[in-house]
């Protein structure tokens, strides 16, 4: 048992890896599906959007042959259509409020016409939006992650100068660092930045870290407004006896590095354990599954009644042959030479419902082992709660918090996205980023001058 | 078990499914391979004058990702020689006997002509004849085909010259582009014609190419109107023939329907409004032969289910429901009612009352399902929201009679009953 590298050949990580939802082959496939649309009014589609994209429009735009048109629907909600088309949980979303369930019938795939339609536009470059002339106003945004990408690029249109601030070499957030390989590409990550940024008037500095490179101060006074959609960090600790072990690793490193580094470059263990059952859970479970692990286990502390992963998702990770021991608790990792070579869960029950309304796992007092030469974690990420405590930014457990005006505690300085929901969706951040950019034109043009 | 068997004129078929005059029927190969699979006869394609073809010769209209819902052809009548479609049409009367054979005609316009293709026609032993008097093209600038139909002094001079000559039963083909069918019905059925059939095509521009600006069929960057058929003609040769079975003149010879049938349901609604069997050219030039199998099963179950033993017992039984809109009782009205363990909460009954009818469907905003009612006063029973409906039977229309008794447009003004007062 160990942990290497290069487990697979070229062929097969990248029949492993290549995109889970395929596109449709041709024109007359993607007709057939739009047909089906009933094009309701007041669309429990678009109502279950985070971002409200005119879905029965988008749809009929395709069968009039008017896919111009149809991609111009969907940007205008949300700029990272073409992303959320391949990385939307859409059964909890659009999709599974589309009125076919109901009939027990498969609801219209709405995320694979979405992607039709974007993925010409944006293989076209077809920009729609024109930036209005400068206006001479000028806006910090922190992140160049979906939720500020999105405040940015409705910034621009309305002639605001933007500057993004980005730690890292390129943008998209955990887009491009996070999501699951067989989602998106790199490639397409990168081409959704440039499409995005191709309405002028964004300028990026990469390698730049709030907190390191620059200040909130700084950014404040060289700036009229700042927003913030700089997002979570790493797996949170599990605060186990073992920890510090090698072969026990944070699920964000380790998904960054497959998603940075190259497939073969990563290394993976025979056995695996992964802690949690959230979406990242799933992905680096299947991931791991994908680059060459013998065995891979998801342990959860709950039952799939309280799972935060969607059933989709579960069918995944099942279907890559990740298997799962629900009622377990990591209780400590222990190991030989400084390397895990055990896992000790508790086994639960499930007691009175808990503040999120689910069931509380309860201790039985049992224990089981597991012969692990990996251990993943994957129980929730971490808020940057360092820096935002050091900007004297109010905070929720070290989310950022917001007013109904997406405005921090610190006048001029907004925020969106992970940093302030703690961990949600692609399509949320842009979401949040669409609000963030209205309050910060609110504020730049129409509010009465504060003094501060 | 029903029995499905048609006598038109003494013509004898298994079935009342007869392929019309058109390129399924226009030689051996394809009337033999017909009758293999099932159809009760054909109607051979229209031989007479001497044509020449263009290519391309047909385009379609096609509706929400469903192709050909309306066809279009620019084609002429048989433009092969008049010798060798003799000498198939009388082996195909040898190989299958029990199928009727008509022959349909369009000679040039001079007796003589007529005489001269009667006698070669009936010398094949063929059943019938059928005057092709509908052609809405290339013909039509000759002075024949529509141009006959179209004009009942002429049509009636044509088909006294052929009853001089005919032995074998005639039936006329009306054309559906005039007013209406009758005048020129009339004059043949006074002429003497044995039977009429309808509808021959419609005239119509299918759809233009939006790079080349050329209307389709493209004939080398140009197009003609051509001759409309298939499934969106039906509703219009519907009423054609209701027409013709409700004129006390027309309504004494026997109707072959035709226009837009592809099953039996659509042969059966011909039937119900008084045709005594049915042609279908369209349906198989979009399916092949094929579809007659389930036509003929379809029928006769719907006849068992109904109680019907031959088709006499259903034919023409729905003439005398389409009336005249001052006799329909003011008084019947009925409400939609929606089911709400059916409804799917689309929105579309919403959408359309409340946009384009009378505002009379109530919106519960709900998330991500809204509920739908029907404001029960408001209704005006006018079924658009039931037609738009996706789901079977979600929506009803139920029956509130505004009173008892029966009360007509015209008992309404004599009544001084009010007006305009919705
Ligand atoms: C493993 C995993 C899988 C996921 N899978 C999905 C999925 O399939 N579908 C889906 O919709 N969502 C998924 N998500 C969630 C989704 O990625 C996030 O909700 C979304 O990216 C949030 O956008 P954001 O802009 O708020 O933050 P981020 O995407 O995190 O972007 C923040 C940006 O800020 C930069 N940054 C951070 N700190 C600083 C700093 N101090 N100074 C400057 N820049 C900084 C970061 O480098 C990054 O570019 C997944 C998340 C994870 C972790
Ligand atoms: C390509 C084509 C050629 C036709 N040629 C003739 C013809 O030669 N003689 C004729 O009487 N009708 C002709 N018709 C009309 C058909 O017989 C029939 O009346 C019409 O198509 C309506 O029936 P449908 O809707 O079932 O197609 C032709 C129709 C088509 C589509
Ligand atoms: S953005 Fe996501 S949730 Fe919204 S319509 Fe597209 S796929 Fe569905
Ligand atoms: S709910 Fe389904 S059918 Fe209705 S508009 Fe949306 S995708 Fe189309």
Redesign the interface.
């Known amino acids: 048992m160990s942990i290497t590298n290069s487990r697979l050949t070229a062929a097969e990580y990248h029949e492993n890896f290549s995109d889970i939802h395929p596109p449709f082959e041709n024109h007359s496939a993607a007709?057939?599906e739009?047909?089906r649309c009933?094009?309701?009014?007041?669309?429990?589609?678009t109502?279950?959007c985070p971002t409200g994209i005119n879905v029965p429009k988008f749809i009929k735009q395709i069968?009039t042959d008017n896919i111009k048109g149809s991609a111009h629907t969907i940007f205008s909600a949300n700029i990272m259509g073409g992303g959320c088309s391949k990385v939307c949980p859409v059964e909890k979303l659009c999709e599974g409020?589309c009125?076919?369930n109901?009939?027990e019938e498969e609801p219209i795939p709405i995320a694979k016409l979405q992607r039709y339609s974007t993925e010409k536009a944006i293989g076209n470059n077809w920009q729609y939006f024109e930036r209005k002339p400068s206006t001479g106003r000028k806006v910090a945004v922190v992140g160049a992650g979906p939720a500020g990408l999105s405040c940015a690029h409705v910034l621009s249109r309305e002639g605001v100068d933007v500057t993004i601030f980005e730690k890292e070499a390129k943008g998209g957030g955990l887009m491009t660092y996070g999501i699951a390989a067989y989602k998106v590409t790199p490639e397409f990550c990168e081409e959704e930045v440039n499409y995005i940024l191709g309405i002028g008037g964004i300028e990026v500095r990469y390698g730049q870290e709030l907190g390191k490179n620059i200040s909130l101060e700084e950014l404040r006074k060289n700036f009229d407004a700042v927003y913030l959609g700089f997002g979570v960090g790493v797996a949170r600790q599990l605060d186990i006896p073992g920890e510090e072990l090698d072969g026990v690793v944070d699920a964000i490193s380790f998904i960054y590095d497959i998603r940075t580094k190259g497939y073969p470059a990563v290394p993976v263990g025979d056995k695996v354990a992964v802690i949690g059952m959230g979406m990242t859970a799933i992905d680096a479970a299947t991931q791991a599954k994908r680059l060459g692990a013998k065995e891979v286990t998801l342990v959860y502390r709950r039952t799939q009644a309280e799972m935060p992963c969607t059933e989709a998702e579960l069918n995944i990770a099942k279907l890559d042959g990740c298997e799962i021991i629900w009622l377990a608790a990591p209780k400590e990792a222990t190991g030989e030479n400084g390397k895990v070579n055990t896992l000790t869960c508790n086994l639960m029950q499930l007691g009175e419902p808990d503040a999120s309304g689910r069931r509380a796992p309860v201790d039985t007092g049992q224990t089981i082992s597991l012969n692990v030469d990996m251990v993943i974690k994957a129980a929730g990420q971490m808020p940057f709660g360092d820096l935002i405590a050091k900007n004297s930014l109010n905070n929720n457990k070290g989310k950022v918090a917001i007013n109904e005006h997406s405005s921090t505690n610190i006048p001029g300085v907004f925020a969106g996205g992970d940093c302030v929901n703690g961990g949600k969706e692609v399509v949320d951040a842009v979401q949040a980023g669409k609000e963030g950019a209205a309050s910060i034109l609110e504020f730049l043009f129409y509010a009465k001058p504060q003094s501060s | 078990m029903a029995d499905i068997s048609s006598d038109f004129l003494g013509i004898k078929s298994p079935n009342p499914f007869w392929l019309a005059s058109a390129p399924p029927t226009d030689k051996k190969i394809n009337v033999l391979r017909a009758f293999e699979a099932g159809w009760g006869g054909v109607v051979w394609k229209t031989l007479g004058s001497q044509v020449k073809n263009v290519s391309s010769r047909y385009s379609a209209v096609d509706f929400n990702g469903t192709r050909v819902m309306g066809f279009n052809n620019i084609e002429l009548i048989s433009d092969r020689p008049l010798q060798i479609n003799l000498d198939e049409i009388k082996e195909c009367i040898r190989l299958f006997p029990d199928r009727a054979m008509v022959v349909s005609l369009m000679a040039d316009n001079d007796r003589d002509s007529w005489h001269e293709l009667i006698k070669k026609v009936e010398d094949t032993g063929a059943h019938g004849l059928e005057l092709n008097f509908g052609c809405p093209h290339g013909m039509i600038e000759r002075g024949m085909g529509a141009a006959v139909g179209q004009d009942p002094e002429i049509a009636k001079m044509v088909v006294e010259w052929v009853m001089e000559k005919a032995t074998i039963p005639v039936i006329t083909k009306l054309t559906p582009n005039v007013h209406s069918p009758v005048p020129a019905g009339k004059a043949v059925v006074e002429a003497g014609t044995n039977a009429l059939s309808l509808i021959n095509t419609i005239q119509s521009v299918t759809g233009i190419n939006l790079d080349t600006l050329v209307p389709n069929p493209n004939v080398g960057g140009k197009s003609v109107f051509g001759g409309y058929c298939g499934p969106a003609v039906k509703p219009i040769a519907l009423k054609m023939l209701t027409n013709i079975s409700q004129n006390p003149v027309t309504r004494k010879v026997p109707i072959s329907g035709i226009g837009g049938i592809s099953t039996w349901k659509d042969a059966v609604e011909f039937m119900l409004l008084g045709a005594s069997n049915v042609q279908v050219c369209t349906a198989v030039m979009k399916h092949g032969f094929r579809i007659v199998e389930d036509m003929c099963e379809g029928l006769s179950n719907w006849m068992d289910e109904k109680g019907f033993r031959k088709l006499e017992d259903f034919i023409g039984r729905s003439v005398n429901n389409i009336t005249h809109w001052e006799e329909l009782d003011i008084n019947y009205h009925h409400i939609a009612k929606i089911n709400q363990d059916k409804c799917i909460h689309c929105g579309l009954c919403y959408i359309v009352c409340e946009d384009t009818s009378h505002q009379s469907i109530n919106i519960a905003k709900g998330h991500p399902y809204n509920t739908y009612t029907v404001k029960d006063e408001e209704c005006v029973g006018c079924n658009l929201c039931q037609l738009v409906c996706p789901v079977t039977d979600c929506i009803t229309m139920e029956e509130h009679r505004v009173a008892p008794e029966y009360v007509n447009w015209k008992d309404y003004q004599r009544l001084g009953l009010p007006l305009n007062d919705h």
């Open positions: 007709l057939v739009a047909n009933l094009f309701c009014y007041d669309a429990p589609c109502k279950s069968t409020a009125v076919f109901l009939m």
